[in-house]
T-cell receptor
Framework: QQQVKQSPQSLIVQKGGISIINCAYE??????FPWYQQFPGKGPALLIA?????SEKKEGRFTISFNKSAKQFSLHIMDSQPGDSATYFC???????????FGPGTRLSVLP | GAVVSQHPSWVICKSGTSVKIECRSL??????MFWYRQFPKQSLMLMAT?????????EQGVEKDKFLINHASLTLSTLTVTSAHPEDSSFYIC???????????FGDGTRLSIL
């Protein structure tokens, strides 16, 4: 029940295309859903996050869509660029940052 | 804001030595810090949760005597890998959260190589 499932495991997108990564969770006590971007040899960096009281959040080219009833959320990267090539992790946590659970990650490659 | 600094970024040492990794929150007070281990092409595995002034809480399967964690102040937590062996070689990452607030802010990790 603490798991966060993430798909696809890897994704190849052409420059300018839309990258879509999906995550699903079971525990309805989760109330915070961030996405992290990690480049090789670096720590994860917060990209965008959402709480379950909204269905969508957009920051620049990055959008989170949240479906509370389905217990799913997704990351959309519009106009994908080669510089977006990285590993993306979705995560879920409970209030206060405890019980923080990461998805297994998606390796995104954006072709020039 | 919300910068977490981790030091060293890379360390190579001989089997049997102890290695200390520092994690500092540079511009905020972190009541809780987390230590993760990451193997190549895998997700982050939580090792322990560290609260300032109290003993760390270790995840199941993580040896507390092997991985010593000290969170002595609101801006500093340390992880000491004692008597390190080649199987301890990995990428160790810390993170911190502000008091009662999210998200976790991560350091840039420490690559530990034990020869």
């Amino acid at each position: 029940q603490q798991q966060v499932k993430q798909s696809p495991q890897s994704l190849i997108v052409q420059k300018g295309g839309i990258s879509i990564i999906n995550c699903a969770y079971e525990n309805t006590a989760f109330d915070y859903f961030p996405w992290y971007q990690q480049f090789p040899g670096k720590g994860p960096a917060l990209l965008i996050a959402i709480r379950p009281d909204v269905s969508e959040k957009k920051e620049g080219r990055f959008t989170i869509s949240f479906n509370k009833s389905a217990k799913q959320f997704s990351l959309h990267i519009m106009d994908s660029q080669p510089g977006d090539s990285a590993t993306y992790f979705c995560a879920a946590s409970m209030r206060g940052g405890q019980n923080f659970v990461f998805g297994p990650g998606t390796r995104l490659s954006v072709l020039p | 804001g919300a910068v977490v600094s981790q030091h060293p970024s890379w360390v190579i040492c001989k089997s049997g030595t102890s290695v200390k990794i520092e994690c500092r929150s540079l511009d905020f007070q972190a009541t809780t810090m987390f230590w993760y281990r990451q193997f190549p092409k895998q997700s982050l595995m939580l090792m322990a949760t560290s609260n300032e002034g109290s003993k760390a809480t270790y995840e199941q399967g993580v040896e507390k005597d092997k991985f010593l964690i000290n969170h002595a102040s609101l801006t500093l937590s340390t992880l000491t890998v004692t008597s390190a062996h080649p199987e301890d070689s990995s990428f160790y990452i810390c993170s911190a959260i502000r008091q009662g607030n999210q998200p976790q802010h991560f350091g840039d990790g420490t690559r530990l190589s034990i020869l």
